[in-house]
């Protein structure tokens, strides 16, 4: 029988390894950000960044970059990583993404299987429609802050988070 995990010192996060390597990426230009409305998988529904996990073999950036062109059929310009967010669920799920902002783009965002392009003024990020831990970390994206932050969800409840500040985004 698998020990109840409700905070985040109930996990051994020296031996914590995530299931799944991801990426999210905020594209920031002309005073709006490029979120998406996911159409399936984890957060079906919700409003996020594009990305996604990585493929073996790849590096976060070559994930992000394929994930934005898979998602919206556009390649982000000008990328860099920001921070890393570490995810643990209670149904025993996790998720390690790298998080990096791109201030600029080729190509027109488009609507895919997966995805639906949001352009959102950056005074108007719709928080109450995203995961409840993007209004405590997305902000710092925006302001080139670097951070790394730990998250227990149970399904997509924040039951407690950590997060820190660790320097100037790249």
Known sequence: MRAVVKKL???DWHHWK????ATLVFIVTDGQILLIRKKRGLGAGKINAPGGRLEPGETP???????VQEELCITPEGLSYCGENLFQFVDGYSIHVHVYRADGYEGEPTETEEATPIW????AIPYDEMWE??????PLVLSRTGF?????FDDDVMLDYELDITSSAT
């Open 148 to 152: 790394s932050g730990r998250y227990l």
């Open 18 to 21: 995530a299931k799944d390597p």
């Open 120 to 123: 959102t003024p950056l005074d």
């Open 9 to 11: 010192e109930d996990i």
């Open 61 to 67: 950036e070559q994930g992000a970059v394929r994930e």
């Open 133 to 138: 831990d993007d209004a405590l970390w997305v």
